[in-house]
Every structure is written in C-alpha cells, then in structure tokens.
C-alpha cells in the first residue's frame, strides 16, 4: 500500500510511503526491503539535502491530510552488514546504501548511530514524543535493529 508520487527534479523521481496504522502490519528491514524491490523500487536512499526536505516534505503532507499518521518510524535503505562488534570510531563508516547509491549524505540524529547490535536505519517520525538532545525525534535518522517492526 502507498501513494506513489513523481518528482521530475530527482534521479530516483518516484517515491511511495508505506505506513501503518496497524502495528501488525509493520515490518522488519529486510521485508521492507524486499517489498521495495517486488514493487520494482527500492528501500529510499537520500542522497542530499533537497532530497531529505523533499521527503520531510511528503511526511508533512501526509500528517497534513488528516489520515491519522502518528508515532511511527520509517525505514530507509542504509544499513551496515558484516560483525555487530564494530568499533564506535570506524563503525559510521561502515553504513552502505541497499541500492548501491555510494551518497556521502547522512543525516544522523545526535549521538547516532549508537552501533552494537543496532545495523538498519530508520528515519524517526514521532510527533508526540518528547524532544531529546538533538531536537524533537522528526526526519533525523537512527540505527535500529533490522528486526525491530517499523
């Protein structure tokens, strides 16, 4: 499910939103990634600024609309493969776009990407939460673990 919309300004012009209400019907990476690539697309890679406004953009429209989106992250196609025991100072090194995209563009929330068991990013959408250091959790991105239901 999710609306497709065509931008012709990008190199990937077409996004879709997936978000679920329903807490069931919420995923893991690799099945996000998956659904991705079997609706012909791919897990978002941001590879700049305008990108990343653009999206925030989509989100707030979305929120606008009256659909009843609320707390709910969304995931996004980088994420680092290989040991879970990476040192904090390479391991920021080590995230990977899933569609190949080598974009040196993060976007990371303060204190992120906190590493460990944590590999696939998400970019938070929690309206409701209270700020933290960097912010209120909105559009800035954050490691998770992969089978965490987003």
């Known amino acids: ?18 978000y679920f209400q329903d807490l069931s019907r919420r995923v893991g990476f690799q099945e996000a990634r998956q659904a991705c690539e ?4 791919a897990l978002l890679s941001l590879e700049s600024e305008a990108e ?3 999206i925030e953009n989509m989100l707030q429209n979305l929120t606008k609309s009256g659909s009843g989106i609320s707390d ?8 680092r ?16 776009w899933a569609d190949g995209s080598i974009s040196p563009f993060r976007n990371w ?10 590999a696939c990013v998400v970019m938070y959408h929690q309206p409701t939460a209270n700020p933290g250091l960097g912010g209120p959790y909105l559009y800035q991105w954050n490691d998770d673990r992969c089978n965490m239901k987003h």
């Open 1 to 18: 499910s999710g609306q497709k919309v065509c931008y012709g300004a990008f190199k990937s012009s077409c996004y879709k939103l997936a």
């Open 38 to 41: 079997m609706d012909g697309g």
């Open 52 to 54: 990343q406004q653009l």
């Open 72 to 79: 709910g992250d969304f995931w996004i196609g980088l994420w």
């Open 81 to 96: 493969s290989g040991d879970g025991l990476a040192t904090s100072s390479v391991c920021p090194d080590l995230y990977q």
């Open 109 to 118: 929330y303060t204190d992120e990407p906190s590493c460990g068991s944590e």
